[in-house]
């Protein structure tokens, strides 16, 4: 059976039994969806109780890989190339997932940082991710509207999965239309290998400005 990290707008979520997940460990998959067209900064945080070394990279990009250390008791801050990890767009496999290995466990944090609209999370290490069959998705209805190319559209509701093992396949059933027009209700399949990404956002002429929002556009309950 495969493993995949399902990254939910800005959390990352996976699985049951919570009571078992530890949230240290040394081998870490995460991605950074989108926020914005770019975002002002990536960052990953590596926190450690011991002194020790850590990798990051992208495990889809030869030669992104960089070593860096973390004294005991401290935090290391790392700033990540937005060609090598940013997620935009939506429907289609994408080779932007990140990686953290570290020689002893630690824990990991990330940020993707854009004024007004910062988003992050705690990351689990991939030990601690249970094995799932089936994810479903809490999302938002978008309401607010942007105006960037002349033409009034929403800010789209998304989730973003990242592949922990090779030749992982996954059925999604979106419970809206999506950016590219998958039908609401209708299961489309995919497959992805370690370290993949694949984002589906909400159709950007879907969303609500009643208050309180109606359902429009929102991706909540997709599966």
Same mark, same amino acid.
């Given at each position: 059976?495969?493993?995949?990290?399902?990254?939910?707008? %800005?959390?990352?979520?996976?699985?049951?039994?919570?009571?078992?997940?530890?949230?240290?460990?040394?081998?870490?998959?995460?991605?950074?969806?989108?926020?914005?067209?770019?975002?002002?900064?990536?960052?990953?945080?590596?926190?450690?109780?011991?002194?020790?070394?850590?990798?990051?990279?992208?495990?889809?990009?030869?030669?992104?890989?960089?070593?860096?250390?973390?004294?005991?008791?401290?935090?290391?801050?790392?700033?990540?190339?937005?060609?090598?990890?940013?997620?935009?767009?939506?429907?289609?496999?994408?080779?932007?997932?990140?990686?953290?290995?570290?020689?002893?466990?630690?824990?990991?944090?990330?940020?993707?940082?854009?004024?007004?609209?910062?988003?992050?999370?705690?990351?689990?290490?991939?030990?601690?991710?249970? $094995?799932?069959?089936?994810?479903?998705?809490?999302? $938002?209805?978008?309401?607010?509207?942007?105006?960037?190319?002349?033409?009034?559209?929403?800010?789209?509701?998304?989730?973003?999965?990242?592949?922990?093992?090779?030749?992982?396949?996954?059925?999604?059933?979106?419970?809206?239309?999506?950016?590219?027009?998958? %039908?609401?209700?209708?299961?489309?399949?995919?497959?992805?290998?370690?370290?993949?990404?694949?984002?589906?956002?909400?159709?950007?002429?879907?969303?609500?400005?009643?208050?309180?929002?109606?359902?429009?556009?929102?991706?909540?309950?997709?599966?």
């Amino acid at each position: 059976m495969k493993k995949l990290l399902l990254a939910l707008a %800005t959390l990352f979520f996976a699985g049951s039994s919570w009571a078992q997940i530890s949230s240290k460990g040394t081998e870490f998959f995460f991605a950074f969806p989108q926020i914005d067209l770019n975002p002002d900064s990536m960052v990953v945080f590596v926190a450690s109780d011991v002194a020790t070394s850590f990798t990051v990279d992208n495990p889809r990009v030869v030669g992104s890989a960089r070593t860096f250390t973390v004294a005991a008791n401290s935090v290391r801050r790392v700033t990540m190339q937005v060609s090598n990890h940013y997620v935009t767009g939506s429907e289609t496999v994408q080779n932007l997932g990140t990686r953290v290995r570290s020689n002893a466990p630690v824990y990991v944090y990330m940020l993707n940082l854009k004024q007004f609209r910062t988003s992050g999370t705690f990351v689990l290490p991939t030990a601690a991710i249970p $094995y799932n069959t089936e994810y479903i998705i809490p999302s $938002y209805t978008p309401t607010y509207r942007t105006n960037f190319s002349g033409t009034a559209t929403y800010s789209q509701g998304q989730f973003t999965i990242i592949a922990l093992d090779d030749n992982t396949p996954i059925e999604i059933i979106p419970r809206v239309r999506t950016a590219n027009g998958k %039908t609401a209700g209708t299961p489309f399949n995919i497959t992805l290998n370690r370290g993949q990404v694949y984002q589906v956002q909400s159709h950007i002429n879907d969303g609500s400005t009643a208050n309180p929002p109606n359902m429009n556009g929102d991706l909540s309950g997709s599966i």
